[in-house]
């Protein structure tokens, strides 16, 4: 390259060749860290109880109304155990607005129906139904877990894992055998399973009694003696079938962590360990782990409910300040995955604008389908103020698009938040096989990403 076209041209590095040996070590240290986060929490549940675990060893307290508050003050408020909100308070009032990081804990998975247990032909099934977007082919001949909550009729609730401890038995979805698949094989990739036919198999030995339906009594009485519930049980549960892989290292080079979940709890983590390490930030560091945003982000424990509003306010109520006020003048980082540049599949990608492995925290000025639809698109002051903060900070970032115009698309917790009238713009982790029950990331860009939270969270604003 002569010159000139060095001056004028933006010219991506690879992340690698951005980063010392100290700074490597740094990167799978955390690495390390988020492994087991990700494989110790299977749903969004256990990733609220261990981040609660995690924040109040690092010193955080349950937020209480009329509690006393200063700079430095570290809570959380636990939105009903499925989402949660830490902060710590900055030395500067509200009506300077906070720095907020949202992500989300759940992830697409089969949850059990309201009836789940059956039996047929002396075979037990688990029927589902599935939670977010899927592609259904690949959640058969796949070893699962199950787990979820189950409230007994006394109000008693009963935690339910099965499949994660090593002497536990795991469960599956059948799939059909290539010596009898020729019609199946026929069929498109989205028809070939359906939905109905997500059937967890449980179970194939029958109770030592006369009547109908032993195999699903037996499975019953397994149930029973394990966690004390019965049939009717289910009816007042929230049971989770999970892919049972373990986290693991992928790639001779280990640059990859393979994992369930990637989507969005690389981004929850980072954000996680962004708020932990904080002393007295100069803003409010807010840190959101939503619920719900798989399924559009509805419900109580979603990020349009306002529980968060709600949480908001009382903070700002302490100072006088009005909500609004505090809002207008927030920033947020709605952190959530993006998908990488797949050499595989280039058809699918402008690979211009694409995310790629290991290039950093993919900032996605706009999200949405079609022409933009359904996103908050980022304004160029914003994509400014984070790309400053970025390059004060050393974050290796880059800039992504969610693949070709017209392609698909897809939609994060961004707009619920630039809605509430809070500046906002989507960064994250690219992931490969995104929804599948084995994603895959990179450590550099999972280290990026929290290094990024951590800038924004570090600068005055
Ligand atoms: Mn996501
Ligand atoms: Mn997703």
Redesign the pocket.
Known sequence: MNEIANELFYQPKHGYDRIDTQEVAEMNEYAAGYKTYLNDARTERECVKLSVQMAEEAGFVPYEPGMTMQPGTKIYHNVRGKSLILAVMGEKPLSEGCVIAGA?VD??RLDLKPMPLMETDELSYFRTHYY??IRKYQWVATPLELHGVVILKNGETVDVAIGRDPEDPQLIITDLLPHLSADQNKKALNEAHTGEGMKVFVGSVPYACEGRDRVKLAVMSILNSRYGITEEDFLSAELEVVPAMEVRDIGLDRSMIGGYGH??RSCAYAELMAILELDVPARTAVCILADK??TGSDGVTGMQSSAFDHFMEDLCAEQNVPLRRCYEKSFCLSA??CNGYDPLYPEVSEKTNNGKMNYGVAICKYTGSRGKSGTSDASAETVAYVRKAFGEYGVVWQMAELGKVDQGG?GTIAKYMANRNIETIDAGVPVLS??APYELVSKFDCYMTYKAVAALYNTEG
Do not use: L, N, Q, R
Request: proline content about 7%; charged content about 35%.
């Open positions: 989300h992830a697409p977010g977007g989507d969005d945003e798989e959530d995955v897809g995104m929804h």
